[in-house]
């Protein structure tokens, strides 16, 4: 099996000099210098795509003038607002939020990350079911094998089998069910009846769990895990809302990944006929020029809340003004360079790559939406299982990926699934929405040649 030391390219860092110092982070050899537009430069010199927007959080072209002058203005006024004193850039943020946000989500609570952010409605979601006289509602559903952040309580409700054979004594024993999924429809019936019936687990999940004890149900636009980026039919979120109106249950939408543009709309549930009662959002949000996430939560869920009842939370970076800042900026610069429009537009064009990624024998599928676009890569198309994790096969691809000039986001693992649901391993393409038409073309053609090097010498 050949490696990326038999072939002379960047491997992972060893913990030596002053990368010694550094707790479990083991990124390739190679050392960012700065990074403009859709490209990430090295230290010698070299140029990558940033194919995936990092981990899919990238929205704006890197070193953007109009994004790093908001954040130096907001760093000369003042960097932190004491609790006892208000900050005006707050609720200039929440107001441009809620212009944007889908529905009556006109309400939000500041936070500084993604999985701080799924915390935070976790726990909101159970404090809203107290105020509206449902005192037993605790319980979070949500899909096997999702992600939702690093947090006991977000790991717990992600339900990966990684997570739960370390952390599981100590995660709290939430009901979960399948997500949607395309592989293994029957064959016959329509992605709309399938996505019903997909939705009924739902309501058998909170039938079991006892109705009365059930305070949300909590899952991303598309699938996770190995149906990352799987695009569920209207069908399946309309069953959804129905079962959660049925049982009072609060729907939360985590948009962390799919929020601000990525899926060609501000937010992904915009494409379905439904509305969240609370939808999660960070990553996209600030494009990570600063740690930034919130909360956005309906005028009904609000109203208690608005009438005095205290929400028992709080962060001491929740709400930081230079995320405030970045987050006003980010959504005038989305609107006003019109990224969502180029997003879709790019879209197309990525996409109309697809027969010729399938064409590649380890590609098993090619899927998602906007400018997210999953490969599912695989060793065997018939038995649709990825490589052993003792071949090296992932470290091999991100090290000829770097060598074509394009930095892709991923875990370094290799296949950690249980046999019984072994599927491929999906990689990411989600650059920033400003890609042009010329730079898409040119990611997609080194994507191409990369994935014919690979498959030369892991096959």
């Known amino acids: 099996m050949a ?60 070193n953007h003038p109009r994004m790093k002058q908001a954040i130096v203005a907001q760093l000369e006024s003042y960097t932190y607002t004491h609790p006892s004193v208000a900050d005006p850039k707050r609720a200039e943020f929440c107001k441009l939020l809620s212009e944007v946000t889908p529905a009556d989500l006109d309400h939000a609570y500041l936070a500084s990350g993604g999985s701080e952010a799924v915390e935070t409605a976790i726990k909101l979601a159970r404090q809203a079911q107290v105020a509206l006289g449902h005192p037993d509602k605790h319980k979070i559903i949500s899909h096997r094998d999702a992600y939702h952040g690093m947090t006991l309580a977000t790991l717990a409700a992600s339900h990966s089998p990684a997570s739960q054979s370390v952390f599981e004594p100590m995660l709290p024993r939430w009901p979960h069910i399948r997500q949607y ?12 009846e399938w996505g019903v019936e997909c939705a009924k687990a739902l309501e058998f999940a909170v039938h079991y769990a006892g109705a009365q004890t059930v305070a949300a149900f909590l899952a991303t636009p598309h699938g996770c895990g190995p149906d990352y980026a799987c695009v569920p039919p209207d069908s399946y979120w309309r069953t959804i809302r129905d079962i959660c109106d049925r049982y009072d249950v609060l729907l939360i939408a985590d948009e962390v990944v799919t929020g601000f543009g990525r899926t060609g709309k501000w937010f992904g549930m915009e494409h379905f006929s439904v509305d969240a009662d609370v939808m999660v959002m960070a990553k996209g949000i600030s494009s990570c020029y600063v740690p930034f996430a919130a909360v956005s939560v309906s005028s009904r869920i609000n109203v208690p809340f608005e009438q005095g009842t205290p929400f028992v939370h709080g962060y001491t970076f929740g709400g930081h003004p230079l995320g405030c800042a970045a987050g006003c900026e980010l959504i005038r610069v989305i609107q006003d360079e019109k990224l969502i429009e180029n997003c879709n537009a790019q879209s197309e064009r990525i996409f109309g790559y697809r027969d010729e990624l399938l064409a590649h024998p380890t590609v098993a599928d090619v899927r998602g939406w906007g400018l997210m676009m999953a490969i599912e890569l695989v060793a065997d198309k018939e038995t649709r299982r990825f490589f052993d994790r003792s071949a090296g096969a ?66």
């Open 181 to 192: 999924s395309d592989f293994d429809r029957p064959a016959g019936m329509s992605r709309d």
């Open 394 to 459: 992932q470290e091999l691809f991100q090290s000829i990926a770097l060598k074509h000039g394009l930095a892709m986001y991923s875990s370094l693992y290799g296949s950690s699934r249980q046999p019984g649901l072994a599927r491929g391993l999906p990689i990411w393409v989600s650059p920033p929405l400003s890609i042009s038409s010329e730079e898409a073309d040119d990611m997609m053609r080194r994507l191409l040649a990369m994935l014919a090097e690979w498959e030369s010498a892991v096959l």
């Open 3 to 62: 490696t990326a030391a038999t072939h002379n390219l960047p491997r992972t860092l060893r913990p030596e000099g002053d990368w010694r110092h550094v707790f479990a982070y083991h990124p390739m050899d190679v050392e960012i210098e700065h990074a403009e537009g859709v490209f990430i430069y090295d230290k010698d010199g070299n140029r990558y795509y940033d194919v995936s927007g990092g981990p899919m959080a990238v929205n704006l072209p890197h």
